[in-house]
């Protein structure tokens, strides 16, 4: 087999790089150790129940409809999805009370002044020192950038107009969204919900997360609106699935690679769990940092230093996972995301004390036979303690408590409506997601260091994903893999492909 290019793991950002690199004509074969595509946002079905395994919340999925790059590689690859536009996007369920949330910026602060006058005018300023960022950056499209020093003539040629737009907001650019809630907010009730926000963003409060990223979350929920693509999150799956063989490359199920060979500080190709050893000259990895760096490589293969380093990145907390089906009888009401917490005299960052709720059959009827919906209920929990010992159910059933507790929030019975119950602990995340102690993500707070990039010391080996620049989340990670793909290629390659 000849190949140009080896993607190890098929999540969206190892999908967005393969896909792209085979519209570049390269030959391209994304090895997947599970059997089923997608990494962290596949879909599962069990007794005609279909899951979500972790993103629910879209923007801009729809052609022109924001900046979000996933869909600006679907567009490229010629391919596209169903989405169901959906406002208001949920509620906040705080112990005060419950807060609905709206995508609309004017309704989202009508609401907030109902509450905190003050604080929505506050808000009202905050939004106003971030969307300019956002506004900026819709001249600059994502799959037109690229992870090296070729990434400055295209960015001068073809974008200085909006970069000179950029320069009046360097610092809030460079800063977190805690710097600009400093400034502009006094609050209580709404520092908290930025806070909030935040998190469920990045995993970190305001203070830990970097401005862009929530000026772009604000820009595509007020511009381009939320939606929830029709047959859930494995239905982006297989869009770049069907990007990636339309354009010649190749997906490859069940295949585990064991190690990524290395010669002379350049690779070679991977050595797969049955034995069977492929040559190429490049190796994109889409697992973790710690996973590619104490598991597909060996120790020997990196500079010591590096390794380190790198090894030494923090990790968010994994998660406890609720998936449910249950009798929807009298809940013609229901919305379809909330957010619970719990206790205001505990961090909403503690393990337990903020639960997401997610109930896509409210959009689309389909993932649950007549009747029901399908429930993902999740919340943080330390991957430390956890074993697959005598007392591992009943730990099970005691963690989950919290997440049920939520759920009671939203829906009161819904001890009673319960047909199919699954739990999920950090060791099922870890194990079947194959993630260093089944994190989120790095825990890489603003001013307290960056992602790492596309590149590594390896000649020819390379990583996308959420543990590379430019984060956590769909959109993110998809860019990830635009990066990444474009520096294997020459920038008029790219050019021609956009037609610029």
Known sequence: ???????????IGGLTAGALLARYGKRVLVCESHAIAGGAAHSFSRRGFHFDSGPSFYCGLTPGSGLNPLQQVLEVLGESLQAVRYDPMGHYHFPEGTFPVYSDAERYRQTVAEITPQGARELEQFEKRLLPLYESLRGIPT?????????????LKQYLPSVLKLLPHLKTLQGSVGDVMEREVRDPWVRRLI?????????????????PEVAFMLGERSRAGVEYPVGGSGAIVDALVRGLKRWGGELKLNAHVEQILIQS?????????NGEVINTPVVISNATLWDTYT????PEDLPPSYRQQSLETPAVDSFMHLHLGIRAEGLENLTGHHVVVHHASKDITEPGNT???????????????????????????????????EGYEERKKERSQSLFCALERVIPDIRDRFVLELIG???????????????????IAAGKGIFPGTQTPISGLYRVG?????????????????????????????????KI
């Open 466 to 498: 959420d543990s590379t620049m430019p984060g956590i989340g769909v959109p993110a990670v998809a860019a990830s893999g635009i990066l990444c793909a474009n520096t294997l290629v020459p920038p008029k390659e790219t050019a021609k492909l956009l």
């Open 295 to 298: 598991k597909l490589l060996r």
């Open 1 to 11: 087999m000849s190949l140009d290019v080896i993607v190890i793991g098929s999540g």
């Open 143 to 155: 799959i037109a950038l690229r992870a090296d020093w070729q990434m400055i003539p295209v960015i």
């Open 425 to 443: 602990t950090p060791l099922t995340h870890a194990y079947y997601l194959r993630r260093y102690q089944g994190t989120y993500g790095p825990a």
């Open 195 to 211: 806070d909030l926000e935040c998190f469920l963003l990045s995993g970190l409060k305001a203070h830990g997360t970097i401005a």
């Open 355 to 389: 639960c997401m709720i997610s109930i896509p059959s409210v959009w689309d009827a389909n993932l649950a036979p007549g009747g029901h919906h399908v429930v993902h209920a999740y919340t943080l929990e330390p991957y430390e303690g956890w074993r697959r010992d």
């Open 265 to 273: 500080s350049k690779v070679k190709g991977v050595k797969l769990k």
